[in-house]
């Protein structure tokens, strides 16, 4: 039992909930108007509803775009920037049609910026000017009610490996409650990595925190208990989003909230402290959000690779709803698709990133939950770029790169948030995840989950997806354990071969490659 926790706590978590601004049309067909075009009644609109969400005083962008003055300042700057497609940061491949929060200009309003800098940069009648969005200041989500902050600052060392450190946030709850959003706002945008939170029904961490005589716990390969959830998460370029009426994450009573924040060094000493805004659910929650993920722990880019092939796949068990998806790789990603191939053979595409960029991840909502019925598999496709002429590699020369939490290291990950069609808690219906939550070590949901963390384990080491682990194979899975968890002695060695075999001997659950 030991050893398959061990395996199943190879499931990382990976940030969670977005969304930013106003969706824009994908395509139109409309011309802008032939009557000047001005600031105050034509820029003004495209600029509120797609960039002052983050152009704006103590957000991400490094600077305002709201006054006709600051918008005039970076006016040549905009038209660069946005007729490259570069700005908004929306980089898959669909927009408003599939997905809310599309950050993506139509043709039309691409146009329009670059006429009212060719006619001059007119700013108009002010009184045309739209209200400007209301936004709470240090919050994208509005006023949370609740704010947890750790009871101090970390202080991060200048120089050395990332560190992954956990605070634990209470929140002695008489009751239940269920989250309707949660935001998480980093200290320190300079070597915050990425944040996930966790929910700690056994106050387990409380006996971690601190023991090093610095605020926290450090943690590496997990987050040192059990976790009964996972939450939201931030990283670079992923904005906060509310969850659908009837959709909400479980707090029990009395749980602890636990942070884990990844930091990278920026070569000087820095200090950070994260906080987060709870917003507790108004209307009855039928339904919970479940997180799984597929993903291949046991990637190798060799150096000089321009267009190395990854390739990672998921089961589905149960009729579920898919709300969010968020692609996740680091800064060698050069590309990703998400495919749904259902039990009938359809293939139905769920995200691709054509174009990776590890500064502006996203966990994209669905404008319509994908029904993904039982026997679906999800199929990832991911191409990295290890070579001198990538200019995002961070090693010269180039060198073999594996999976690894270190940002120099890499990941195949597509994280997949979403309901069970079968549960409704309205009626007292509850049905669990079909698998642990990430970062648990498969210790939640008994033995239902046991088969589904042992299913997960052949999953990651089954490369060539025959349903069977070969010899091959098993010396790669024990030799990917020992960089991650340390050496073993000879009877940790033959235990866990034991183990990696006994897989073999499960109950088919998955199909060949196809």
Known sequence: MRLAIWIASLVLAISGANGLGAAAVEHSTDSPSKHPIT?????????????????????????????????????????????????????????????????????????TLSQWVSQGLPEGNPHDLPALPKFTPG??????????????????????????????????????RYLSGMEIRPGNRKVVHHVMGYVDARHDARRLDGADGQVGYSAFGGIGFAPAGTLEGWGPGIQPRMLPDGVGMFLPAGSDIVIQVHYHKSGKPETDLTRIGLHFARKPVDRRLNMAVALNPTLRIPPGAKHEEVRAYLEIPEDISLIRIAPHMHLLGHDMSVLAELPNGTIEKLVAVPDWDFRWQTIFTFRQPVKLPKGTRINVIAHYDNSAANPNNPSSPPREVRWGEQTTDEMCVAALFYTVDAEHLTQ???????????????????????????????????????????????????????????????????????????????????????
């Open 139 to 176: 919050w994208q989500l509005g006023e949370p009610d609740v704010v947890l902050v750790p009871s101090a600052e970390y202080h991060v060392d200048a120089e050395g490996d990332d560190v992954y450190r956990c605070f634990v946030l209470k929140t002695d709850y008489p009751q239940d």
């Open 428 to 514: 007292g219906i509850a049905m669990p995840a079909f698998s642990a939550p990430p970062g648990s070590g498969g210790r939640a949901g008994g033995a239902a989950n046991n088969l589904a963390n042992r299913r997960m384990a052949l999953q990651m080491f089954d490369k060539n997806h025959d349903g069977h682990l070969d010899e091959a194979e098993i010396r790669d899975a024990l030799e990917f354990l020992e960089r991650l968890r340390g050496p073993m002695n000879d009877r940790q060695r033959a235990g866990t071969r034991r183990f990696l075999e006994s897989l073999n001997h499960d109950p088919p659950t998955t199909q060949p490659a196809r």
């Open 39 to 111: 600031f105050s009644a034509d820029v003004a609109p495209i600029l509120y509803a797609n960039c002052v969400s983050c152009h704006r005083a103590g957000e991400v962008a490094p600077f305002p775009l709201i006054s006709f003055e600051q918008v005039k300042k970076h006016a040549h700057q905009i038209v660069d920037v946005t007729g490259s497609r570069r700005m908004p940061p929306w980089k898959a491949d669909a927009g408003a049609g599939m997905f809310l929060d599309a950050r993506r200009l139509n043709d039309a309003q691409i146009q």
